[in-house]
């Protein structure tokens, strides 16, 4: 690999200098680029394993491209500042925002771009300190033992309490906007949030704010998505859903949707969860010799029995999931008190 | 000749810079051996205990924040001597696998021979820094 010295203060596209040499035939493949840093199946395992969140891969794989070809440009010679990778994931509950973090990564450090890849999850409580002098080093710390990786701050709104004077956040957040712009080839930082009190947060911090390069908003998954979802969280702990079942988890979650404190794939991991309780229940109950499918497959009586299906809503007279979810089920009861 | 501390690794190399130390702190990361700052001004070979630079960075995996530790250090006490140890604690092993300076003060006025006159016509000798004359913190200030 050559490294051509560039002594020019001119502009980049000095085409009459002659240490640029753009008339020469040297090339590089994209192929071997791509081989080398074995990226595409870090790409291929997040479309597989998240669901939707088509914005989010469009933008990791517009980040991919850009680092193969800052790898390029650096193989032919011709110098590449790092760009700027910090990043603010806004979204409700439940949508994937510290999955995503881990596997950015991971794909950082495919790419070469952080050294280690290592992710390092803080809430405030991990940057702020409680009296005075206690915040910076308790900061620096943390940034110390992210070095080399990624710090993921999650709610990090709760940085800057505007309404307690004596609260250290300010602090925090400046030591934190220090680092992440004069160490950008050190750490990469990715804050995760609501977003409208991500963006009230912004305001408040225009520094933070600029020095971010990638907003990413994760919306709420559709109902289809959900579905997508229940089903891989099953296969992954071998578990399925009986055809029955697959309908009854569609009219639960439809109900559950609208139930206040959905927290989306969490909500839909805990009703899992909550249906495998059940249907070992069931089978403990039925005694006997128990076969292999029997103990994989999720029926629809262990779905219905959840509360979302007996518990009064105040509106649902209006709404006609319930009649649906009666005529899946069967029973007449069901929605009524 | 100026007189040249030669204790720890490498000292009787010039001065490393920043980057051999960054290179040397990253082979020690690579080995799994945390990493401990230390500054003194009594340089006297039997002082093993100096004092320490915050505590030893466990769970720093980069050289990048350990160089800035390293740095602070310089800062607070450029008149000290610092060095970088990094412990190895693999069985068999659980010692200092690797020690060296990485700042010195500007000027160190050396050692001088102390001769002791024991029983008979017996001398016992020892080293003594003439740096160490003065009292504790006003060592090594021009």
């Known amino acids: ?337 | 000749m100026a007189f040249h501390l030669t204790q720890g690794t490498f000292s009787f190399l010039p001065p490393l810079t920043d980057d051999e130390i960054r290179k040397q702190v990253q082979y020690c990361l690579d080995n799994d051996w945390p990493i401990n700052v230390e500054f003194t001004d009594d340089p006297h070979p039997r002082n093993s205990y100096w004092e320490m630079w915050g505590l030893p960075m466990f769970d720093v995996k980069d050289p990048a924040a350990i160089m800035y530790e390293i740095n602070e250090c310089r800062r607070a006490y450029p008149n000290h001597y610092i060095r970088v140890g990094a412990y190895d604690r693999s069985k068999g092993r659980q010692t200092i696998a690797l020690s060296f300076i990485v700042n010195r003060p500007p000027h160190d006025p050396g050692f001088g021979l102390l001769r002791q006159e024991a029983h008979d016509r017996v001398i016992r000798y020892t080293v003594h820094s003439y740096a160490t004359d003065k009292p504790k913190g006003e060592r090594f200030t021009d």
């Open chain 1, 1 to 337: 690999m050559s490294t051509i010295p560039t002594t020019q203060t001119s502009g980049p596209d000095n085409v009459a200098n002659p240490e640029l040499d753009t008339s020469s035939d040297a090339s590089v493949d994209v192929s071997d680029v791509l081989e080398e840093s074995q990226v595409m199946e870090v790409l291929q395992k997040l479309d597989q394993e998240l669901v939707g969140l088509k914005s989010i891969k469009t933008r990791i794989r517009e980040i991919a491209a850009l680092l193969l070809v800052d790898r390029m440009r650096r193989s032919l010679g011709l110098t590449a500042r790092p760009p700027s990778l910090h990043m603010s994931f806004t979204g409700p509950p439940g949508t994937g925002k510290t999955t995503v973090a881990m596997r950015m990564a991971t794909i950082l450090h495919r790419l070469s771009y952080v050294r280690k890849g290592h992710l390092v999850a803080v809430t405030r409580d991990d940057l702020v300190g409680q009296y005075i002098g206690h915040t910076a080093p308790k900061t620096k710390e943390v940034l110390k033992r992210a070095m080399g990786g990624v710090l993921f701050i999650d709610e990090a709104y709760y940085l800057y309490r505007q309404e307690n004077e004596r609260d250290y956040g300010q602090e925090a957040i400046e030591i934190l906007l220090q680092v992440m712009e004069n160490q950008r080839d050190d750490l990469v930082v990715i804050l995760a949030g609501y977003k409208d009190r991500m963006e009230t947060f912004f305001q408040s911090n225009p520094g933070i704010s600029s020095r971010i390069a990638h907003h990413l908003d994760f919306p709420d998954y559709a109902l289809d998505e959900l579905l997508v979802i229940a089903q891989l969280m099953l296969a992954e702990q071998m578990y399925r859903f009986s055809p029955e079942a697959l309908q009854v988890f569609e009219a639960y979650l439809k109900r559950r949707m609208h139930m206040p404190r959905f927290a989306n794939a969490r909500s839909v991991r805990n009703a899992l969860d909550r249906a495998r309780l059940r249907q070992a229940n069931r089978l403990v109950a039925k005694g006997g010799r128990i076969s292999k499918t029997d103990l994989m497959t999720i029926e629809a009586e262990d779905i219905l029995a959840s509360r979302v299906f007996s518990e009064e809503m105040l509106d649902e007279e209006q709404r006609s999931d319930t009649e649906e979810a009666t005529s899946v089920c069967g029973d007449p009861n069901v929605g009524t008190k």
